[in-house]
């Protein structure tokens, strides 16, 4: 069975920039959740979704962060301009409901 | 509010035993999990303690008890493989299941 996908693995972009993450969770998962994760912390929930649904956003800066599942499957996690401070590595998860999430390698992204 | 306390760093040599601890302070605890991190990698699921116990796993184990707040993990007969960051991370009941992850402990494994 094929895990998370992310892409791309790694982004390097100045600041100002517009940079896109994608995630391709694993099949039959209806939930997806985005994080990110600073050097030498855990991952902090930015995005929930149900199928569609935006169930939890409260934890996105929404003035340069956005994102979209329009189908129910794949996401996309955009940040529009990109700041010094958004260098982390972006996970995507996957969980059938709300039960045991399963990580995807991550988008490790450099502001310079 | 939440709070996830685990040692920053540990380090053990190749062949003993490991108890890596976590104690946390939230509302609403609803289980709580071990994911296993390499430098650079995906977090991988380790184990789920929902309730008071041990749940054993091949060489490892993780206990919970929901009245002391606390958790451990056990890694016996450690390898040189299970260098790695050790995330404990708390479902919170918040309307629905919210994790929330601690700082992770990073083990080191010498020979």
């Known amino acids: 069975e094929a895990g998370v996908v992310q892409s791309p693995r790694y982004k390097i972009i100045e600041k100002k920039q517009p940079v896109a993450f994608w995630c391709n969770p694993i099949?039959?998962?209806?939930?997806l959740y985005w994080y990110l994760q600073n050097l030498g912390q855990g991952p902090e929930l930015l995005i929930r979704?149900?199928?569609?649904?935006?169930?939890?956003d409260s934890q996105l800066p929404k003035d340069r962060f956005s994102a979209e599942r329009l189908k129910g499957v794949d996401s996309t996690l955009k940040i529009q301009p990109a700041e010094l401070g958004d260098s982390a590595v972006y996970l995507c998860a996957s969980s059938f409901g709300g039960e045991t999430q399963y990580f995807g390698p991550g988008t490790r992204l450099l502001v310079l | 509010g939440q709070n996830i306390d685990q040692p920053t760093e540990m380090t053990a040599t190749e062949g003993a035993i490991v108890q890596i601890n976590c104690t946390y302070q939230t509302s609403g605890f609803n289980g709580l999990f071990w994911y296993q991190q390499h430098a650079g990698e995906a977090p991988t699921f380790l184990s789920y303690?929902?309730?008071?116990g041990l749940e054993e796993k091949g060489r490892f184990s993780s206990f919970l008890s929901r009245s002391k707040g606390y958790s451990y993990l056990l890694l016996k007969e450690l390898q040189m493989k299970d260098s790695a960051s050790y995330l404990c991370?708390?479902?919170?009941?918040?309307?629905?299941?919210?994790?929330?992850f601690g700082t992770g402990t990073r083990l080191l494994v010498s020979p």
């Open positions: 303690n929902v309730l008071d």
């Open positions: 991370a708390v479902i919170m009941n918040t309307g629905f299941q919210k994790l929330v």
């Open positions: 099949s039959g998962h209806n939930t």
């Open positions: 979704y149900e199928n569609e649904e935006a169930v939890d």
